[in-house]
């Protein structure tokens, strides 16, 4: 049975900070931010291969841990995964300190 290509859908670079574990999003700057509205969204998969290699050699210089992409929503560059949306938005609870 052939392989049936699946239709690119846009995606943008997220990783987490090396020293803070901190959410990340590849910027169009070619840097890194904790806000998903400054994401480069790769349109093609000839730009997310090039996203994800930058991403990739940020990894290698101890920037960042484990980039990968992720599929957005076009028109609103949002995650379309709930885990990612999460991961946009930050904790689903509160967090409370130990007094």
Excluded: C
């Excluded at 998903?36 to 969204?41: F, M, Y």
């Excluded at 000839?46 to 990968?68: S, Y």
Aim: charged fraction near 25%; charge should be neutral; proline fraction near 7%.
């Amino acid at each position: 049975m052939a392989k049936v290509n699946k239709a690119f859908r846009p995606v943008a670079i997220t990783a987490n900070d090396l020293r803070s574990g901190r959410v990340l999003y590849r910027t169009f700057e070619g840097g890194w931010a904790p806000d998903v509205a400054r994401a480069e969204i790769a349109r093609d998969p000839a730009r997310a291969d090039a996203l994800l290699a930058a991403a990739k050699a940020d990894h290698d210089r101890g920037v960042v841990v484990e980039p990968f992409a992720i599929s957005v929503d076009p028109v609103t560059g949002m995650p379309v995964a709930l885990r990612e949306q999460i991961r946009a938005t930050g904790p689903t609870v509160g967090i409370e300190s130990e007094h």
